[in-house]
Structures are given as C-alpha cells and as structure tokens.
C-alpha cells in the first residue's frame, strides 16, 4: 500500500462453483489510524460504497461493521440495453474505536470479477480493491496537526524534566561524542547539496569501528532546539509517508529518552538483500546544546536474521542556539553520520549516496523554514525609515543618481531589439551603444505590492529570497547613511575551466520628485575594502560560509573583477501595484565574448521577474482578483526546479502544481477550499495546454 500506516494481506482461495469464472483472493486491508470517531462510520460508507451495483449493505452499530454482498442472480435495471458481465463481491468492514477521536479500519473484500478474466489478474489488482481504506484515512487524516501536537508535547518535556541516564547511556553518550564531535571541517569534502542552504561534505577519517566516509551536514533552522531535535526524536506520520526505501519500522520505548529503534531498508539493487539496522536512540542536553544520538547495537529482541544483512550506523546531531532574526528562534543543525550497508557493497557506492544519507537535514529547514516572515520583518523596518527618511545627499550621491536617469535616456528614441522572457508579463529588450560589444538590457513589469515595499526587498543585500546556489558570498562592506552602502558579492562560476567573478558596487537610492516613485542606482567602484586578487572566502561570520573545507581552497584562482552597472525605477501604479523598471550593462571581465554576455542579457533581466512572482505569491485568496489570476495562470506554464526532484509515483505535472501549491498562499487557500482544484490543475497541464502567441494579423488575413 502507500502508506506505511496502511497494511494489506491477500490469500488463496479457489472455488469450483462456477468454472467459466475466475474468483480474486479473498484479502482485507486493516488502516489502524483513521483519525475520525466511529460514529462517523455512516459518513464513510457512503461515499466509497454507493457506487457499487447490485449490492446490499447492512451496517451492525453495536460492533460498528459494515457487510457488503452482490447477488448474481439479481435482476438489475441499468436504464439501457447494454452488454456487462455480471460480477460479485462479498465484503466487511469492521471498526473499533481507539480513542474519541481514532479508530481502526479492517476491510475484508472478495470479489469475482465475472467472465474469463484471468485469477491472477484480477488478485494483481488487490492494492485498488482494497484502496478504499486508504481513501478513508487520506479523507479524514490530520497529520500535521498530530505531528506539531506531539513535537510540541516533546519539546516541553525536553525543557521541564530533568533526565537521568544510566552508566551504559552515557558511555554510549562519550563514545560517540569521542569519535563524531571533534571532527575538523578542514578534514572534509565538500559535496553537492540538493539544498544550497544546507551545506554536506564527506571525510574518510576513520578509526576503523566502521568502514565507509564520514558524512556531515549543517544548517541553521527557523525553531528552538527543543523543537528541532523533537523533530528528529518523534517518528512523525510525514516521515511515514515518505519512505524512501523504508521497508518497515519497529521501535521499543526504554525511557524518555531513550529507545531501540530497528528499520528496514530496501536499498533498490536487484539481487540484493533488503538492510537491517538496529540502534540505540537517545538523546541529551550538554551545557547549551542538545544532542540526538544512534548508535548500533545488539539486541535480543532483533536477533540477526539471515533474511536481512545487518547494517551499521552511528549518528550525531548537535542543536545550538543562535541569536533570534526578526524574533524568530534561530538553531544551527550539525548532523555527523557514517553508514555502512555490510554485504558486498563497496564504500565508494555508500559515498556516492552521501546526500541521500543526509537529506533529514534538508527536510528539517524545510519544515521550519520561515524565511518569509523574516524578510517581511526586515523590509517592514526599511519601510518605516523610508516614511521619516530626510538626510541629505551628497554631491557624489547626487551624481550618481543623476547617471542612473542617463542609463534610462539609453532606450529613449533608440533602435532595441525585444527579448523573450519566460514570464509573459514582462517585457524586455536589449540595444548597444557605438563601440561597445557588450549590450545594454531594458525590462519592466508590474508587482503587487506597495513602491516602498519592492524598495525595501531590492535594498535588502542579505535577503533570504535572494540566496541562490551560486552565491559564494554576500557582504555589505561599508554603511555610509541609510541611502547609501558598499555592496561585495562573488559568485560561482558554473563551469570549471570559467573562474568565479566578484562584484563591487555602491548602491544609493532616491525618492523622485513630484510623484516619480524611487530610484536605485547601482554602479561598480575601486576599493581597497573589496581586492580581487583575495584567494578565499572573506565572510566566514555568516553561516552558509562557516562550513568550508580546505580541499580545493589552496587551488582556488583569484576571482576577476566584473562590473555590473543598472538603474531600477520604481513608480507607483495604483494603491497595491508598482510598475518596475530595470537598466543595466553588464560585463563579466576575464575573455569573455561580448556575444557570450549578451546571450545571458534575458536571465539578468529576469530579476524583476523573481521580485514580481516574489510578492504575488504572498497574495491570499482574499487578495486575489482578475489579475493575480492571470499571473498565477502564466506562472502555472513555466518550468520549476522540482520537476527534476520529484519523487517516485509523482509526474512532472504534479510534482510543479505541489511546488506552486507550497509557494503560493492563494493557491494554498483555494485548495483548502476546494479539495479538487490541485488534481484539477494536473488534468489541465495534461491536457498540454499552453500560452499562445500574440496574434497581431487581421482575420482578414
């Protein structure tokens, strides 16, 4: 079945009553936490059994069961002449009550299909026969409800009760601190992350206890340590669902902090035996930091198996507390692991698999991440400085200001070519000036939102909607007023034989006058406070650049210098929409082509782009009218990064409607609503609907 909650069993049965038809197996399927009290068991029945023709259902409420039976003989009207094949089915559903708000769900179904449909193709289909159980906890589940309660309720007892551990405990304790905690980052690899935010090396020092790399992820996540380590503690219903490879689970509670936890994996190699790991969890607080632990161990109660090869693994999670942003409780993560499957398999093959090992760590910042609400934080402070902003501007502020119009006046009365964008609602173009090969960009577009608020998210260098992967670092060097800073940025380069690039700018803003909206200048400037010639890294304070790792470091060329000159006015539109313009001139420096550079002009420009699907997606239904629609409709149409990752079972199509769901607050609030729009959206995208192009020709023509 799908999912881990849900268990179905089938047998054999053979019936010589009718030899012309062939009879499934009967089966039933048990879902032991459908999360609605039995006397709901008349809302349940009838929508998953008023379909059935021919049947006849008693419902028992003294034992809450539901029998279930079709008569052949029966005589049925179907309102026209048609050609079936009568079919039969015998079925019972029993419900027994947990609590007053569960119960427990055990189907059992028969059914002869009729005609001469093979046994074992109509058995083949017992996962949809009985898929009817997992319809009824899917209808009345309230998983992230009961995974916040009992995160919640752990959290508290992680701050209030005070723990005592045994002499074997804390042996355990110190002999995985000896060998996981004192590890140098320098010692690491750095591997690819599928998160850019989570950074994960790989090191082969090893002591020998298990063979195969070290590996080590960190992250700073948006909770409490109590909270981000109750996460990893408490087996929530979402880890349930996902189970990559996850066979089966069994965990035997010791205390309240410790337990003995066996799983089973499916490690998807043909001819390959399914893994067997059986640890010791537990966890405890030294001074100000928490600390989860696994440990493998031996246990009576899972002796080894020869149907399993046992596997190995040792585990540390180290939760520190961090100063709060914007009021939000900041922990950084640590998690050390070194996994050995056993069997034959080589290391290399677990070392290939290192990011898969540490994805908790991905799933972890996910689920607390609230970067929107520290970003709105941060702009809302910018926003209310804006409103008393009256300090004077400089002669060279001025100047500055006064070349931005200039880079305007460049598309005034000029011949420009279009670009296309990937988003339809913004427009773009592109022209050069005499004895430059290098092209000047034009784009605008409209965004929802307020002129000082799309101010404040452009102004905001450290803003987390704008970390990208390529980011190796973003700093703000100097702070002259509140209009005027030094921006240094370096960025990756995304092949090997191309070095990186480090930028330089001064970026000053200015309320227009008579109503002109805002206008932000960004021009490169010489400074000694930003040398290119630097080999490593300068910000090693911020978070995502304390995980770094020598290998490779010594090796790294210097950055070259590129220049990126724009302009961006910002006008106000109406009481909630901005009108965004944005000019620059880019130049990667090194011996780059003019042509190379040019053919990057439209993914520079769609900037804008990113700021007005940003602040659409912040929208509510509530918000919405004709045109947060139309553009929700065109960002429905463009590519999104999850349709690489999406899981096993999921489309494309699918996996980009859940993306936009997640992203999109309105899309959150009508799929609330309306239960049916999200697979609507699927059937709509399956259909191969697509934009169309403007139609300019009469129909004359």
């Known amino acids: 079945m799908k999912d881990e909650r849900t268990a179905a069993f089938g047998c054999g049965h053979a019936s010589k009553r009718r030899p012309t038809r062939n009879h499934m197996a009967p089966s039933f399927v048990r879902a032991a936490l459908v999360h609605a009290a039995a006397p709901y068991v008349t809302h349940v029945c009838g929508p998953l059994f008023a379909h059935v023709c021919g049947s006849h259902m008693c419902v028992a409420p003294a034992n809450f069961a539901l029998t279930q039976t079709s008569q052949v003989d029966d005589v049925i009207d179907y309102g026209m002449n048609a050609r079936v094949v009568r079919g039969a089915i015998t079925g019972l559903v029993l419900f027994a009550p947990i609590n007053e708000n569960q119960c427990e769900v055990t189907m059992y179904q ?3 299909a009729g005609g001469r449909v093979p046994a074992w193709v109509v058995n083949a289909k017992l996962p949809v026969a009985l898929g009817a159980a997992e319809d009824m906890r899917s209808e009345f589940q309230r998983d992230d409800e009961i995974d916040a309660k009992e995160r919640s309720d752990f959290s508290e007892l992680v701050k209030n009760e005070p723990q005592t ?14 060998k996981l905690d004192d590890l140098q980052p320098e010692s690491f690899r750095v591997l690819d992350s599928p998160d850019h935010r989570v ?32 996460w990893e503690i408490v087996l929530s219903r979402e880890t349930m669902k996902e189970k990559s490879g996850v066979v089966k689970r069994h965990r035997t509670k010791h205390n309240s902090h410790c337990c003995l936890y066996c799983v089973y994996y499916d490690i998807g190699l043909p001819g390959f035996h399914q893994r067997e790991f059986v640890n010791l969890q537990l966890w405890a607080r030294r001074g100000d930091k928490l600390i989860g632990i696994y440990c493998h161990t031996e246990s009576v109660e899972f002796p080894v198996n020869s149907t399993y090869v046992r596997g190995l693994a040792t585990e540390l999670s180290v939760y520190e507390k961090l100063k709060p942003v914007g009021g939000i409780p900041q922990t950084r993560v640590t998690l050390t692991t070194q996994v050995d499957l056993g069997g034959i398999i080589p290391h290399f093959a677990v070392d290939a698999s290192a990011a898969d090992f540490l994805g908790s760590a991905v799933a972890l910042r996910k689920l607390f991440d609230k970067s929107v609400e520290i970003d709105k934080a941060s702009r809302t402070i910018f926003v209310d400085m804006i409103a008393s902003h009256d300090a004077p501007y400089s002669d060279a502020e001025k100047k500055l200001i006064d070349e931005g119009r200039q880079y305007f006046a460049t598309f005034e009365g ?27 960009g034009w784009a605008t577009t409209s965004v929802r939102a307020s002129e000082r608020e799309v101010l404040a998210f452009v102004w905001d260098l450290k803003k987390r909607a704008s970390l990208y992967a390529g980011d190796l670092e973003k700093n703000v060097d100097e702070e002259v007023n509140h209009h005027n800073q030094l921006h240094y940025t370096k960025k990756k380069s995304p092949y090997e034989f191309i070095r990186n690039r480090d930028f330089l700018n001064r970026v000053v803003w200015k309320e227009e006058e008579d109503g002109g909206g805002y206008l932000l200048v960004l021009a490169p400037e010489l400074s000694e406070r930003g040398p290119h010639t630097e080999v490593i890294s300068r910000g090693l304070s911020r978070d995502q650049l304390s995980f770094v790792f020598s290998s490779g470091k010594a090796r790294e060329k210097p950055a070259i210098r590129a220049e990126f000159s724009s302009a961006m006015r910002i006008k106000r539109k109406n009481d909630n929409e901005t009108t965004v313009e944005y000019v620059m ?74 993306d936009l769901r997640k992203k999109y607050k309105g899309l959150q609030d009508v799929t609330l609503k309306y239960v049916w729009f999200e697979a609507m959206l699927v059937r709509v995208l399956d259909n191969k609907l697509r934009l169309t192009p403007y139609v300019n020709t009469r129909l004359c023509r």
């Open 585 to 658: 001139h880019p130049n990667m420096g090194g011996q780059i082509p003019g042509f190379v550079m040019n053919a990057q002009l439209a993914s520079n420009l769609s900037y804008i782009t990113d700021i007005q699907e940003y602040f659409q997606a912040q929208r509510g239904l509530d918000a919405w009218d004709g045109e947060d629609g139309k553009a929700v409709g065109e960002i429905l149409f463009q590519w999104t990064a999850e349709e690489s990752h999406h899981g096993k079972g999921v489309t494309r199509k699918q996996a980009r409607v859940a």
């Open 110 to 112: 028969c059914l002869d």
């Open 414 to 440: 000029g011949v420009a070519k279009s670009l296309k964008m990937t988003s339809p609602l913004t427009s773009a173009k592109k022209t050069t000036k005499k004895g430059d090969s290098k092209a000047w």
């Open 199 to 230: 950074k994960m090396g790989l090191s082969h020092a090893t002591d020998g206890d298990i063979g195969g790399g070290i590996m080590l992820a960190r992250v700073t996540v948006d909770s409490t340590i109590e909270e981000s380590l109750a």
């Open 165 to 178: 551990y045994s002499a074997a405990e804390n042996v355990m304790i110190e002999r995985v601190l000896l």
